[in-house]
């Protein structure tokens, strides 16, 4: 079966400019995650839908958002970008919240900011 | 609050050894998961093994294993018969109190 789909996969972006980065998951899966990896910082975790609703959210402002659909897909938004928010944002799929189960990661979307 | 620490940050080893990843982390939680995660160059995470905080018994998955010392918050992971596609970035990740937290990562190198 397809594993988790990242779109777009590269991506740059002007400073105060607002970013939407888009997460298939595996068929089946009602959770997804979002984690932003950085030299600096590495693996951070940002937030978790399952079955629509936020379940839990990382140490992350408010200009970080996202949403889920009744297709499982998920958005994740940032606003007002920052040159520190160039990363490489990873999303996981898994069929109950995350750490019940295995957790399936995207390839990532690289996000440059300029 | 929970912290995940890998203390090396790169490990080279002969192909066809063994190698040891060392993962300690802190927290007050009794009930978690802990996790290690390979990151090859083509960047996607792949879950390499998991272990329930409350099974007493280590982990295993065909040549990677652990050993996990709950009392003394330590989760190593141990390569067997190392290949070169192990060589990767490998992740200790802790999951409880509905977060994940992710240590720095060690790269492993195999010597061909």
């Known amino acids: 079966k397809a594993g988790v789909t990242q779109t777009p996969r590269y991506l740059i972006k002007t400073r105060g400019q607002q970013v939407t980065l888009s997460c298939s998951p595996i068929s089946g899966h009602r959770s997804v995650s979002w984690y932003q990896q950085t030299p600096g910082q590495g693996l951070q975790f940002l937030f978790e839908?399952?079955?629509?609703?936020?379940?839990n959210k990382g140490n992350f402002p408010g200009r970080f958002s996202g949403r889920q659909f009744s297709n499982s897909r998920s958005e994740m938004n940032v606003s007002t970008l920052e040159l520190g928010d160039s990363a490489l944002y990873l999303c996981a799929s898994s069929l109950y919240p995350a750490g019940d189960a295995e957790a399936f990661f995207g390839q990532g979307t690289r996000l440059t900011v300029v | 609050a929970q912290t995940v620490t890998q203390s090396q940050p790169e490990m080279s080893v002969q192909e066809a050894e063994t190698v040891t990843l060392s993962c300690t982390y802190d927290?007050?939680?009794?009930?978690?998961?802990l996790f290690w995660y390979k990151q090859p160059p083509s960047r996607q995470m792949i879950l390499v093994i998991r272990q329930e905080a409350y099974k007493q018994q280590n982990a295993t998955e065909n040549r990677f294993s652990v050993n996990f010392q709950k009392a003394a918050k330590s989760f190593s992971l141990k390569i067997s018969d190392s290949q070169l596609g192990d060589a990767a970035m490998y992740f200790c990740?802790?999951?409880?109190?509905?977060?994940?937290?992710f240590g720095k990562g060690t790269r492993l190198h195999i010597l061909p």
């Open positions: 990740a802790y999951w409880g109190d509905d977060k994940i937290i």
């Open positions: 927290t007050s939680e009794s009930d978690y998961y």
């Open positions: 839908y399952f079955s629509e609703t936020q379940r």
